[in-house]
């Protein structure tokens, strides 16, 4: 059971209030072993990944304290935090700010905030080297800095993916490894408003430092944007075709929660579809599998698609429930016309989709030092290759057994079938979100070797039933 508690430390000479945050779980610094799943092992302090929490616009502690309780249970509720949570020492400082962040930015931190109060602005506001934005990065840094022993450890700078447009790009090079800022907002409409990930670079001359920050409210889903790299799963706009390709060359540094190739070689999450390790297909009147194939939308809405039907990281804005066809979607009006930021909310709050749920786990590990050994080259773009090709073929089993993914499998798919989201109840089997991978060339493990197509025609099922 994880420790939950939050502690508050004497008023500093400033006034402002620091806070220990389920100090239990991280005092030991015990994490599972991936090399041993029954057993646990010691990571180093300086291998501790260090969460600070600030609050911009409260002015009162008790409203900042309720929510620091809220982000903490919610933060366990995910099950990868909750299994690692030996690694995570997450500290919190409070400080009373002369009015609510707003727009116009005189708040004690300056975040910018949209018109109508209910969320942070977009755009650039804290990029600027004068005024509100210089203050925002200024203050922001001092108060990370003012944690003792806060883990300043980065990823080495200067350094290249050789890579096209791909989700995670070469800005990860120079950022912090082992720190995550999250800034929670209050407004005068909100306890804590709608919120982004940003990457914040300490002022000149130290502007080649950069720490991800989660801004606002949806606290988890911001903080898995800051801290595991992952990317949103809803459709912002409708009809929009994304221009990001996947990483030639396979690496945990740059892999995405998102694919953007529907071939079946080039899908990540390949192992976790009913071609993958647990083999699946619909029998009698069953329902067909569903969980692990291309599901359409990632931000844009074609030429991206994710992992499960709902997530954490998926959200409401402009989602479809059930069909691409939009005036027979149930997110459409009676007269079948869509309202823009209407969509179908696929937000799942109590957990991550099983590729999500991996590749945070992979982002722990990576940045404790877990998956390293002594014969990894210098080269670190190399090794996030070596690590890669060593979890695919070493780790990925003693994951899959310390989280029971074979189980979390068979539970998903049997709720997934009792889905009822059509206009007329239609089961979400019978969706057009979703479709298995496009044409690919490839051997199995018995050496038979087929090639894939797709038909809209043949449901899931049916092409497992032509692969034989």
Request: charged fraction near 25%; aromatic fraction near 12%; charge should be negative.
């Amino acid at each position: 059971m994880a420790d939950t508690s939050v502690v508050a430390g004497p008023a500093r000479t400033d006034g402002s209030i620091p806070y220990e945050i389920g100090k239990v779980n991280w005092k030991d610094r015990t994490i599972p072993d991936i090399r041993n799943p029954s057993a646990q092992v010691q990571i180093e302090e300086n291998r501790l990944i260090d969460v600070v929490i600030l609050g911009d616009g409260f002015t009162c502690q008790e409203d900042f304290e309720s929510l620091l309780a809220g982000w903490i249970d919610s933060f366990y509720d995910l099950k990868v935090y909750d299994l690692f949570r030996g690694v995570f020492r997450i500290r919190a400082l409070y400080r009373e700010s002369p009015e609510y962040a707003s727009k116009d930015r005189n708040s004690y931190y300056r975040v910018k905030v949209d018109n109508d109060g209910i969320r942070v602005s977009g755009g650039s506001w804290w990029r600027g080297d004068t005024g509100a934005a210089l203050a925002f990065r200024e203050r922001l840094f001092a108060d990370v800095d003012s944690f003792p022993g806060i883990n300043l450890r980065r990823y080495p700078d200067g350094l290249s993916f050789d890579e096209g447009n791909t989700a995670i790009g070469d800005w990860v090079f120079g950022m912090y490894r082992n720190l995550v800022v999250c800034m929670l907002v209050k407004t005068e409409k909100r306890n804590n408003a709608s919120g982004w990930a940003l990457r914040v670079t300490r002022p000149s001359p130290d502007n080649d430092k950069m720490v991800r920050v989660a801004v606002g409210a949806n606290a988890i889903h911001e903080f898995s944007h800051a801290f595991g790299l992952l990317s949103d799963e809803y459709i912002k706009e409708r009809e929009t075709v994304s221009s990001r390709v996947n990483p030639r060359r396979e690496n945990i540094l740059n892999c995405s929660n998102l694919s953007f190739s529907s071939k079946y070689s080039e899908v990540p999450w390949l192992h976790l579809s009913p071609w993958g390790r647990i083999s699946r297909q619909a029998a009698g009147n069953e329902a067909s599998p569903v969980l692990g194939w291309l599901w359409v939308g990632g931000n844009r809405h074609r030429g991206v698609w994710h992992a499960e039907y709902r997530c954490l990281m998926n959200g409401r804005s402009n989602n479809f429930q059930f069909t691409q066809d939009a005036a027979s979607d149930p997110t459409a009006q009676p007269d079948g016309v869509y309202q823009n930021d209407k969509g179908a909310d696929l937000r799942d709050k109590s957990r991550f989709c099983l590729w999500c749920q991996e590749l945070v786990c992979m982002r722990i590990l990576e940045r404790t030092d877990q998956l390293q050994e002594p014969t990894d080259p210098a080269d670190f773009v190399e090794r996030g290759q070596i690590w890669y090709a060593r979890w695919k073929s070493e780790l990925r089993d003693n994951y899959w057994s310390l989280f029971g993914v074979s189980e979390q499998i068979r539970d998903y798919e049997a709720a997934y079938a009792g889905m009822r989201v059509g206009p007329a109840g239609e089961a979400l089997e019978m969706s057009d979100l979703y479709a298995p991978f496009d044409a690919d060339t490839h051997t199995h493990a018995h050496t038979h070797t087929h090639t894939h197509t797709h038909s809209p025609g043949l449901d899931a099922g049916m092409w497992l039933v032509l692969l034989a």
